[in-house]
């Protein structure tokens, strides 16, 4: 028999996975409680027992994309088989991968957070650190945040630039990953002379 706290568990696992589905196919407008409730094939209601309301969902949605990254990137970063600039480029990767796969879900985790912001804070923070992590095997724990930080923002422009078109190849005769590239050698060339 399954227990109450595992049934609500299942159903709020069942509302974050429809969530997600509506947010891939037409962005946060397509996303309501009550389209979440049907999708998940619950009441209309069974949504509004979970989450205070849209926004508070659609957090919870970009805080586990959040923990999920922060989760490949600790596997990177703690995986003794790669090498340093080898992890570096898988986890920024990583990230680059989730504005290409969902960009709508992409966007909102690269926005302040309506619903619960402590909690999509924490999860963001938690995969930056892991990333720093990566970085300090590099450049050095005194220089891991700068270096962290210029990484970071350059995926993310990098994320950003391919998901309006402007990353593209016929004007600036490169690719994404070929970008990713230099700044991974980039990096791992300050590393090599700090």
């Not at 028999?1 to 037409?26: F, I, K, Q, Y």
């Amino acid at each position: 028999m399954v227990s109450r706290v595992d049934s609500a568990a299942a159903t709020r696992r069942a509302l974050l996975d429809a969530a997600a589905t509506l947010l891939d196919l037409g962005g946060p407008e397509a996303v309501t409680l009550r389209e979440v409730g049907a999708r998940a094939g619950m009441t209309r209601g069974a949504p509004y027992r979970h989450f205070a309301d849209k926004d508070s969902l659609l957090t919870a949605v970009a805080t586990e994309s959040w923990e999920r990254i922060a989760d490949q990137v600790h596997t990177l970063r703690t995986d003794p088989t790669l090498s340093p600039p080898e992890k570096l480029r898988g986890a920024l990767h990583a990230l680059i991968g989730v504005g290409r796969d969902q960009p709508h879900l992409y966007r909102m985790m690269c926005s302040p957070p309506a619903g619960d912001p402590a909690a999509a804070e924490r999860a963001a923070d938690r995969s930056q650190e892991e990333c720093r992590g990566i970085v300090a095997t590099l450049v050095g724990e005194q220089n891991s945040r700068h270096y962290g930080a210029l990484l970071l923002a350059g995926a993310h422009g990098i994320a950003g630039m391919e998901l309006s078109g402007y990353l593209a190849a016929d004007k600036w005769h490169t690719t994404a990953d070929e970008v990713i590239d230099t700044l991974v050698h980039m990096v791992t060339n300050a590393g090599a002379m700090t």
